[in-house]
T-cell receptor, first 115, second 114 residues
Framework: AQTVTQSQPEMSVQEAETVTLSCTYDTSENNYYLFWYKQPPSRQMILVIRQEAYKQQNATENRFSVNFQKAAKSFSLKISDSQLGDTAMYFCAFKGTSGTYKYIFGTGTRLKVLA | DVKVTQSSRYLVKRTGEKVFLECVQDMDHENMFWYRQDPGLGLRLIYFSYDVKMKEKGDIPEGYSVSREKKERFSLILESASTNQTSMYLC?????????????FGSGTQLSVL
């Protein structure tokens, strides 16, 4: 069974600094999708970034980038130039492609950006 | 952009009551989901629907049922609410096919069962 592990329940970072959130997963599939979702205090879950496993290049969305290490089954999120609006819960998620509809979510990392 | 609307932001119910949580999406998505979010446990799938009147159990369906009579609406039903169903409930939807893996979420319903 697939699993997603986020080992950092809470993190903090100073405004304008860089922070990396960790995520590891376990799967026997060769192709799959990985996601980072952000849930701010408003509770609206928003997609931050996604990665397709067959793509070697790490995904980037403005200040957000990932370090995707397929062999190590690692998918970390780097937030550069942290802003107060980045304060949120961040969830890593996995979705296989073998006829499954299921998304497997990690337990989340609560990130606080300090002024 | 896609809008997923959950009818209530907060709900307080009594043990044994029948509870309806409603979710509506406006982008003609085939797939809709109900998740439960608890601290330290992440999001757990309760039920999934891939078409009108079609549903599949997720990982924690016990104590819940669902209804999808129209494509845009997916309802979660607690037949007899219990205190261990106090939680945040999130609805999500997505389209079908490659390139439509992104889930769109509602703002959640915080349910308290007393």
């Amino acid at each position: 069974a697939q699993t997603v592990t986020q080992s950092q329940p809470e993190m903090s970072v100073q405004e304008a600094e860089t922070v990396t959130l960790s995520c590891t997963y376990d799967t026997s599939e060769n192709n799959y999708y990985l996601f980072w979702y952000k849930q701010p205090p408003s509770r609206q879950m928003i997609l931050v970034i996604r990665q397709e496993a067959y793509k070697q290049q790490n995904a980037t969305e403005n200040r957000f980038s990932v370090n995707f290490q397929k062999a190590a089954k690692s998918f970390s999120l780097k937030i550069s130039d942290s802003q107060l609006g980045d304060t949120a819960m961040y969830f890593c998620a996995f979705k296989g492609t073998s006829g499954t509809y299921k998304y497997i979510f990690g337990t989340g990392t609560r990130l606080k950006v300090l002024a | 952009d896609v809008k997923v609307t959950q009818s209530s932001r907060y709900l307080v119910k009594r043990t044994g009551e029948k509870v309806f949580l409603e979710c509506v999406q406006d982008m003609d998505h085939e797939n809709m989901f109900w998740y439960r979010q608890d601290p330290g446990l992440g999001l757990r799938l309760i039920y999934f629907s891939y078409d009108v009147k079609m549903k599949e159990k997720g990982d924690i369906p016990e104590g819940y049922s669902v209804s999808r009579e129209k494509k845009e609406r997916f309802s979660l039903i607690l037949e007899s609410a219990s205190t261990n169903q106090t939680s945040m409930y999130l609805c999500a939807s997505r389209g079908t096919g490659r390139g439509n893996e992104k889930l769109f979420f509602g703002s959640g319903t915080q349910l308290s069962v007393l």
